[in-house]
């Protein structure tokens, strides 16, 4: 085998090996994106799953009297501004994300107001109705944490990918970008108590 033969050989064998790499990467890519869209899923659900709640919570707390009227229609504009804010999944961008946790944060806030007042009605926290949707609402809230916490997750394992070499390069030619987080919201060092059995 003269020189040209070898030269041209080991010119091949690296594309050969370079366009493996390229493959393997750019599916790898794609698997995580899926997994993040996937995780994206699962937030939005049971966002929606409490967003459903609030009518039925809503309804309870209106038929005691004279319950302050500001509070509910603070939670109810909430609740439609939260629902008004929707994400595409292939625009999970950091600016995305943190429109949509803004107006979830709100409802919550809203929510966690709702629940303080509700505490100087004790006929209210004796209705069985508003027990049973208190404990759905608070299993919900610890349903949106879990899927928060899976889709950081899987954002934190797609955004190390697209960003490691040779992915840098599959992710600039294909059109990989970041993908944003949840942050922790305002104050969450002090979790709101969502127990009225008292």
């Known amino acids: 085998m003269n020189t040209k033969n070898i030269v041209l050989l080991a010119i091949i064998g690296g594309i050969l090996l370079l366009g493996g790499c390229g493959c393997s990467g ?6 995580q ?13 049971d966002y929606q799953r409490r967003s459903d709640l609030i009518p039925n919570l809503v309804s ?3 038929g005691s009297a004279d319950f302050e009227k500001s509070t509910l229609e603070a939670v109810i504009g909430a609740r439609a501004k939260a629902t008004q804010t929707v994400i595409d999944p292939a625009n999970l961008n950091p600016e995305n994300i943190a429109k949509y946790q803004q107006a979830q944060g709100e409802l919550s806030g809203a929510l966690s107001r709702l629940l303080v007042t509700v505490e100087q009605y004790p006929n209210l926290k004796a209705n069985q109705n508003f027990l049973d949707l208190q404990a759905q609402l608070e299993g919900t809230e610890n349903r949106i944490k879990t899927a928060r916490n899976d889709f950081n997750d899987a954002v934190k394992s797609y955004n190390t990918t697209i960003k490691t070499f040779p992915n840098v390069i599959i992710a600039g ?4 970008t970041e993908k944003g987080y949840f942050s922790a919201d305002a104050g969450a060092e002090k979790a709101p108590t969502v127990n009225f059995s008292k």
């Not at 750019?26 to 698997?31: D, F, G, I, L, P």
């Open 60 to 62: 309870t707390v209106k």
């Open 33 to 45: 994106d899926q997994n993040v869209k996937s995780a994206w899923g699962k937030v939005q659900s």
């Open 173 to 176: 030619i294909f059109g990989f």
């Open 26 to 31: 750019y599916n790898n890519m794609v698997s």
